[in-house]
């Protein structure tokens, strides 16, 4: 999946992108989304950036929650964050993805395409 970086996303990105979220590898999806989800490009997400995730896949998803997004953001970096330092580098994203199916199944969630694709 190769971007322009322009800040746009042009047809056939858009066409790459939902291609991948539809068709992909899981290891594929998830770097997609890590890629997605760092905001600010610095190659790591950090717990500000993963609790607006969380935010808003909630918001989307609506629902009851037992734990709060804070909750889950403190609960998410302390099983995945390995080396402790605050940050999720993509290894580390996509590793602790495979391994806590708790995390996974909110990561694969919050771009399920499967409901737009049926009315398409």
Do not use: P
């Amino acid at each position: 999946f190769v971007s322009s970086q322009d800040g746009y996303i042009d047809f056939m990105e858009y066409v790459a992108a939902l291609s991948l979220v539809l068709r992909g590898k899981m290891e594929q999806k998830l770097r997609w989304y890590f890629k997605l989800y760092d905001v600010d490009g610095n190659g790591c997400i950090d717990r500000h950036e993963l609790l607006n995730i969380i935010k808003a896949i909630r918001a989307i998803n609506g629902g009851d929650h037992e734990t709060s997004a804070e909750e889950f953001t403190n609960r998410v970096f302390d099983r995945i964050d390995v080396n402790g330092d605050g940050e999720l580098s993509l290894d580390e994203f996509v590793e602790g993805a495979r391994k806590d199916e708790e995390f996974m199944e909110v990561m694969m969630k919050s771009l399920d395409l499967s409901h737009i694709v049926a009315m398409i």
